[in-house]
Each structure stands twice: as C-alpha cells, then as structure tokens.
C-alpha cells in the first residue's frame, strides 16, 4: 500500500498497479488499438477507391490521420468516459487517478495519451518501462506530467466508515433498487465518506460530485429533487451495507435451523446419515 497526500493534507491509502500488470494493460489496448486502426484503414481505403484515384500520397495522409485518431484521441476519449479506464486496465482492474486521489478529467487523459505513442509505439514500451523501474508508483512519463497515477482496485475492502440517511431519503431508499457496485467505485466512496470532513469545502463538493455522478447509473430510480451528492454517497452505502448485513443474519439463521434439525434427528438415523 502507499498513500496519495490531497490539497488539504489528507492521506488517502491506495494500492499503486504493479509494472507488469501496466505492462500486460498496455499491450492488450495496443493490440485492440492496432486492430482498430487497420479496420479503418482498409474501410476508408475501399471509400476513396469508390468515389477518385488514390495515390500514394493521399494513402499516406489517410494512414496518419488514422493513426492518430486511434492512438491518441480514442484513448483519450475512451480514459475520460470510463473515468481512468481503458479496455485493458478494465480487464486487469487498474483505474488512473489524480495524484490527489481524484478522477481524471480531459486535460490530464489528453496529456497521457498525447505521449502515449512517443513512450510506447515508438520505442517498444522501453521508455516507459524504464521510469516505471524508477518511480516508486510506476509512473510513466505521461503520469508525471499529467499528475496521475495508476492505480489497483483488486484490493482489500476499505475499513469501516460510519453511514447517515437524512430523513427526506428514508422513503426513497426503502423503494430505491441498487445494483452490485465494482468494487473499485465503493472503495473510493467509502474512502471519501471517511475523509469528508478533513476536506476543504470546495474539493469536498467537487469530490462528491463527481462520484455521485459516477454511481448514478447503479441506482433507480434516482435520488429525490434537492439531495446533496454526499447525502446520496452516504444512503447507498448505508443501504448496500444493511442489505449485507441482514444476508449474512438470514444465512446464521438458517446454518442454526440446519444444525438443530441435525441434532433433534433420531440417533441411528443420524449415524447413518454420517
């Protein structure tokens, strides 16, 4: 484990993705990229032969413009939609953060996957490979002018945190529905709820914000008018947890039913039965 320090000083713990989980994740979305790429090739390719004479230097200029739009602004695209992902670090269940534990927005996914092909493509991973060696995080270069970080959700569930329900989300939460979160996303609910109160009044609504927002398409139907993104954070844990809890209550009632009716079974019978 190591820890990510925020603006207010606040340490978050955070398990840092390990190099060669890094290393199989690039190379899953450079394949999936690579195939990507030469599909679209080959269909603009077949376009332009249909409508005028293709030479080669409008192939050349097809190819580039291509290649950039997939090696470069899909990445981008796709990191920003899926708040840090990308189709390999889903599979590897890796997540890129803000050096501050906050989820990527535009600029930072830009900076990362404009240097992406500069550090992978073009030297075969070797650069990238070498200051992930170095830093302590296995940071690429792209990581440290971005100022994020790669990060493992596959970890040990959070601690404990103290939930509340406000009284107007009693009602709603009793008929609210609420699909299995990944375990990612709840770690770093839970974690924020931890920390709420150590953080400055501006980063915590922001924070708030934008897992609310991340977390809404687990929920239906949605919060009532007026509920504050925190309030709505705090529910659905408190919800998710006493759903748990009564599952693992019903689970030691019915290990106990078992066992008594073992018990209160005829002795030879249940010798037999052994």
Request: hydrophobic share 45%; net charge positive.
């Amino acid at each position: 484990m190591s820890t990510l320090v925020t603006g207010e000083a606040v340490e978050l713990s955070i398990q840092p993705a390990a190099l060669a989980a890094r290393a199989l994740s690039c190379l899953i979305d450079y394949i999936v990229y690579a195939i990507v790429n030469i599909g679209l090739i080959i269909a603009m390719f077949w376009f332009l032969l249909q409508i005028l004479d293709v030479n080669e230097l409008l192939l050349t200029s097809v190819m580039t413009i291509m290649s950039i739009s997939v090696f470069v602004l899909l990445p981008m695209i796709i990191e920003v939609l899926t708040h840090g992902r990308s189709i390999g670090k889903l599979i590897l269940g890796l997540r890129v953060v803000r050096d501050d534990g906050g989820a990527v927005r535009a600029r930072h996914s830009f900076i990362r996957s404009i240097l992406w092909p500069f550090e992978i493509l073009s030297t075969g991973g070797g650069l990238a490979a070498l200051s992930g060696l170095i830093s302590p995080q296995a940071k690429r270069l792209g990581d440290y002018m971005a100022g994020t970080v790669a990060v493992s959700e596959r970890t040990a569930p959070p601690q404990p945190v103290r939930t509340h329900v406000s009284p107007h989300l009693h009602n709603w939460l009793a008929e609210t529905d609420i699909a299995t979160l990944p375990a990612g996303l709840h770690r770093r609910v839970v974690q924020f709820l931890s920390m709420s109160e150590n953080l400055g009044r501006e980063s915590r609504w922001d924070r708030a914000k934008e897992l609310a927002t991340e977390l809404n398409p687990y929920v239906a139907p949605a919060p009532p008018e007026g509920t504050m993104p925190e309030q709505f954070l705090s529910a659905v844990i408190h919800r998710q947890r006493s759903a748990e809890f009564s599952k693992q209550q019903r689970r030691s009632e019915q290990s106990q039913a078992f066992r008594a009716g073992v018990n209160n079974l005829p002795h030879g019978l249940s010798l037999q039965s052994r």
